[in-house]
């Protein structure tokens, strides 16, 4: 496999005001590099506030990058062409489901996409549309509902195919499943895998879940307090974890809760 995805050096500070004062600047991610291959899934973890949804919107560009750069098949991404990033690289977001405007039907609203970033006839969108849909196990009779006329596990589906519908390299994934009912989620999680394999696609989530990202991730990358402190197969951080924090988090999720409630206590 060759590295589809390389992130070099990328750094994140936030200022902000607080009254008066001058502006602070707040660390969210010190710089870290590493890379993703083609097909690959690589979960990130790390306890509330580590900077796991950072560095999942400086991949997708939702937010840019105070330093370093990111190589798409080695070429330089730039962070203010939203029109690549968002063909190559889509995000899943931690509300996903509340993304869905309620006023538009799940068809107007993967039109969209295809509107803006192809030149495809209307017949041509719509059929990509049905076939999408299809491609998340819903029906092309799904086009005309509107999102409160499905379940939480179809409306997420939607997302997915949101998400897929311009064939991207890659898919980041912000906690997106966490809110879902254990059974819906392995259904989602299993159609992930389902579509990475048939289409290729590089995943990156973070999560908090280590059985999700033992059933899932080839790798893993742990951070705390915005900085890498590990990244390995998951393999090898399930046998041979150098960090403590590392062995916790991949712990059961009785543990991995207990831990979470620590250090927001801190
Ligand atoms: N827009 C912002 N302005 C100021 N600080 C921010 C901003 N976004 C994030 N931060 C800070 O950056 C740090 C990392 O935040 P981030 O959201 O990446 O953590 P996280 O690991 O994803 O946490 P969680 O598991 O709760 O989602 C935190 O200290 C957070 O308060």
Redesign the pocket.
């Known amino acids: 496999m060759t590295d589809l995805l390389e992130v070099r050096n990328i750094s994140k500070y ?1 200022s ?1 005001k607080n009254g008066w004062l001058t502006p602070q600047r ?1 660390c ?2 010190e710089p870290i590099s590493f890379s993703v291959k083609r097909g690959e899934t690589i979960a990130i973890m ?10 999942a919107k400086l991949i997708s560009g939702a937010e840019v990058p105070s330093s370093g750069e990111i190589f798409l098949n080695g070429e330089l991404l730039d962070p203010n062409n939203h029109q690549q990033r968002c063909r190559e690289i889509r995000m899943i977001f ?1 509300d996903s489901l509340r993304s869905l405007n309620p006023q538009l039907t799940i068809g107007k609203q993967l039109l969209e996409s295809l509107l803006f970033n192809t030149k495809w006839s209307a017949a041509e969108q719509q059929e990509h549309v049905y076939v999408t849909l299809q491609k998340v196990g819903l029906l092309p009779d799904h086009f005309d509902f509107y999102p409160h006329m499905l379940s939480s596990g179809q409306q997420q589906r939607v997302c997915i195919a949101r998400a897929i519908i311009l064939e991207p390299q890659i898919i980041v994934a ?2 997106a499943f966490a809110a879902l009912d254990p059974s819906i989620r392995a259904q989602i999680i299993n159609l992930i895998l389902d579509l990475q394999e048939d289409m290729g696609i590089s995943f990156i989530f ?1 999560s ?1 879940s280590p059985e999700i990202v033992k059933h899932v991730a080839d790798k893993i990358l742990i ?1 705390h307090r ?1 900085k890498m402190i590990e990244f390995d197969s998951t393999q090898a951080l399930l046998t041979n974890p150098k960090q403590q924090l590392t062995k916790m988090l991949l712990q059961s999720e009785q543990l991995n809760k207990a831990l979470k409630h620590t250090t927001t206590q801190e």
């Open positions: 936030y902000y707040v969210a991610l790390g306890e509330t506030g580590s900077g796991k949804s950072t560095i931690q912000d906690e973070a908090h951070m915005g």
